[in-house]
């Protein structure tokens, strides 16, 4: 029997030594906000943070993990969406399909507690993850939106609604 620091909470789990953190996650935690894209950690729609840092949980050991260790979830990053990328996402209509939001959005929420004046190369080197829908525009100016204040009037990127939608 394993034990997990997801989200503040130890809870205790049972798998083989190989299985990815993202199935304990899914499967026996019944945290579904994780998403399994390509098994391969090539996409990043399985992304959460292990000790803050971004990782692709679906080639990640669950065993790797020790219970000292904090895994935060989608779920874990705010309990009402108020994490500013979080918000900057909603505010911005960044998801399209919204299936590689919740790596896109832990990802993006890494690089900004790392380096939180991030530049566009930095966005380059850490936002790998690939999105279908092809929303990478919308991800840069969330980014940089939280980056300069988190207000997207005021954050210097000349949005705008097209004609019929609600600001």
Not at 132 to 161: F, Q, S
Request: glycine share 10%; with cysteine.
């Amino acid at each position: 029997m394993g034990k997990l620091n997801v989200n503040g909470v130890v809870r205790e789990y049972e798998a083989e030594d190989d299985t990815p953190l993202l199935w304990v996650i899914r499967e026996q935690l019944g945290m579904t906000g994780t998403k399994y894209g390509c098994g391969m950690a090539q996409c990043g729609a399985c992304t959460v943070h292990i000790d803050g840092q971004a990782v692709r949980s679906c080639v990640y050991p669950a065993a790797a993990v020790t219970a000292t260790q904090k895994v935060t979830t989608i779920e874990g990053l705010s309990k009402d969406g108020s994490h500013p990328i979080q918000k900057a996402w909603a505010a911005l209509d960044v998801p399209q399909c919204g299936f590689c939001q919740s790596g896109m959005i832990m990802a993006a929420a890494a690089l900004i507690r790392e380096k939180p004046k991030c530049t566009d190369a930095d966005i380059d080197a850490a936002m790998t993850n690939i999105c279908r829908c092809g929303t990478y525009n919308r991800v840069r100016k969330a980014i940089h939106v939280v980056v300069r204040g988190g207000d997207p009037a005021t954050a210097g990127l000349a949005i705008e609604r097209i004609e019929g939608s609600k600001a």
